[in-house]
């Protein structure tokens, strides 16, 4: 699966040197709103440490984690949706990306520039979610219009879906965010296919300094608080912190973040954070060539499973011979998992489970 994460918020509020820890890609980041114009698109590593295990179980030398990619959407401003601050175009870049990871400043720092004077994070939440409501309503009234050039044609549907639309675009102008609209299955597909903004699942990511890290603060709270209404998660990082890391080899790394009394990277346990708003799971191919990850959608039955791997799997599908990873570890692999009965054959209704070791069997 390619999945994509857009990196929202306003200027300088850590987006790009989040986004630099990826590794892989640089954005420019820099003390002045607007230093990143086009968007960055940077594919990093899914952290497993489960694959560590399954390597060494099997002694193949070829490990393939999962991949997620990250898109670096400049920073927004109030007016963006009339395009300001070049807005239309770093609105536009949002709408192709699966969830929404929306960086807050939660930090106090005067050698810092705020576009808006002074760090409020309740505020600047509401400055971004309101652009995003202005783009997505000229999406609805587009609709909406050309639904009205129809009704003429006598189609009832048509005319129910005006009533949906109508509906949703007084949501909006009441300042209420897409995913908030209570519809129907049926009225939720009327619009699904404008890919709506702030239809989209939000993760909030609350910079911190490094002495907040671990207990957060006032700002921190301000975050929990908006994000409690919609059930979201709130991950806390320090960008600063995150920058260091970036250019410390692992065993280093490992060291200073036992040092600060951190459990993992800010941006591993946003990538986590990630994979449960979106409803993911991993399971794993393992023998002596190869050990990979793949991603998929959490209820996907195992024909679903194999076509993650290649459609012929999927066309094919005669069974899945299925380990779950705790009795892979325990009975050391797959023959002693095998020689215990941990060894299951699932057919085509099985629901893949996160942390299933599979070996497909198909027909070509």
């Known amino acids: 699966m390619n999945l994509r ?6 200027p300088n509020v850590g987006k790009s040197t989040l986004f630099n820890s990826l590794g892989e890609a640089t954005a420019e980041a820099a003390n002045f709103p607007f230093c990143t114009i086009d968007p960055n698109v940077g594919k990093v590593l899914v952290p497993d440490v ?3 295990k399954l390597k060494e179980l099997t002694g193949t030398k070829n490990v393939v984690p999962a991949t997620i990619e990250f898109v670096d959407i400049a920073g927004l401003v109030k007016g963006a949706a009339e395009g300001k601050g070049k807005g239309n175009a770093f609105l536009s870049n949002i709408r ?7 960086v807050v400043r939660c930090f106090d720092n005067d050698d810092i520039v705020h576009v808006e004077g002074s ?3 309740d505020r600047d939440i509401h400055i971004i979610n309101d652009e995003l409501i202005l783009k997505d309503m000229e999406s609805v009234i587009k609709r909406i219009s050309n639904l009205k050039k129809q009704v003429k044609s ?4 048509v005319a129910s879906h005006i009533d949906v639309m109508e509906r949703l675009l007084q949501h909006m102008e009441d300042g209420h965010v897409a995913r908030a609209f209570e519809a129907t299955d049926d009225e939720k597909v009327v619009y699904g296919d404008l890919f ?4 989209k699942p939000v993760l909030f990511a609350a910079n911190v300094g490094d002495d907040d890290l671990n207990t957060g603060n006032d700002y921190v709270e301000q975050v929990r608080a908006f994000a409690a209404g919609f059930g979201d998660e709130v991950e806390l990082f320090c960008a600063k912190i995150e920058e260091e ?3 410390l080899p692992d065993d280093e790394r490992d060291m ?7 459990e993992s990277a800010g941006l591993d346990r946003l990538i986590r954070a990630s994979y449960r708003e979106l409803g993911l799971a991993t399971y794993f191919t393992a023998g002596e060539k190869e050990v990979r990850a793949w991603t998929i959608i959490n209820g996907t039955k195992a024909p679903g499973a194999a076509g993650v791997i290649h459609t012929d799997f999927e066309k094919g599908f005669i069974r899945a011979e299925t380990i779950a990873y705790d009795d892979y570890i325990a009975f050391n692999g797959e023959k002693g998992a095998k020689e215990n009965g941990k060894m299951r054959q699932e057919g085509k209704e099985y629901l893949v489970k996160d942390g299933d070791v599979l070996l497909f069997r198909f027909n070509v």
């Open 245 to 247: 890391l970036r250019q």
């Open 96 to 102: 192709d990306v699966d969830l929404i990871l929306h």
């Open 50 to 52: 489960r694959l560590a």
């Open 154 to 157: 006598g189609d009832k549907k």
């Open 196 to 199: 709506l903004l702030t239809n």
């Open 5 to 10: 994460v857009g990196i929202v918020g306003l």
């Open 256 to 262: 200073f973040l036992e040092e600060l009394e951190i």
């Open 119 to 121: 760090v409020n994070p």
